[in-house]
Nanobody
Framework: QLQASGGGLVQAGGSLRLSCTAS????????MGWFRQAPGKEREFVAT????????YYAKSVQGRFTIFRDNAKNMMYLQMNSLKPEDTAVYYC???????????????????WGQGTQVTVSS
């Protein structure tokens, strides 16, 4: 019910915009977020956004470079990634919570819907 897209290969300093398309149900009252997993590492929090879009929370590693936003009318969420670094290379997953409208921390537990992931590779 969630599908992430927009990944690809980009040089360091470049930009990408990821999209998360929801289908089958509406997530307009749900917190949504982006997480990523690099090879050999655990999945980590990137950013979350409240149901209204007014609350946005970022990992320190992406603060100031990434922007999360959503369009509830289209049932979609986005992650604008600027000034990309090689350490941003990972599979990026979008997620949604049917139980919470806001998830201000970096915990993945509240999220019970997950997309299949999209690969982002940043070359140096």
């Amino acid at each position: 019910q969630l599908q992430a897209s927009g990944g690809g290969l980009v040089q360091a300093g470049g930009s990408l915009r990821l999209s998360c398309t929801a289908s089958g149900r509406t997530f307009s009252s749900s917190a949504m977020g982006w997480f990523r997993q690099a090879p050999g590492k655990e999945r980590e929090f990137v950013a979350t956004i409240s149901w209204s879009g007014s609350g946005k929370y970022y990992a320190k590693s992406v603060q100031g470079r990434f922007t999360i936003f959503r369009d509830n009318a289209k049932n979609m969420m986005y992650l604008q990634m600027n000034s990309l670094k090689p350490e941003d290379t990972a599979v990026y997953y979008c997620a949604a919570s049917s139980r919470f409208g806001t998830v201000p921390g970096g915990e993945s537990g509240p999220f019970n819907y997950w997309g299949q992931g999209t690969q982002v590779t940043v070359s140096s």
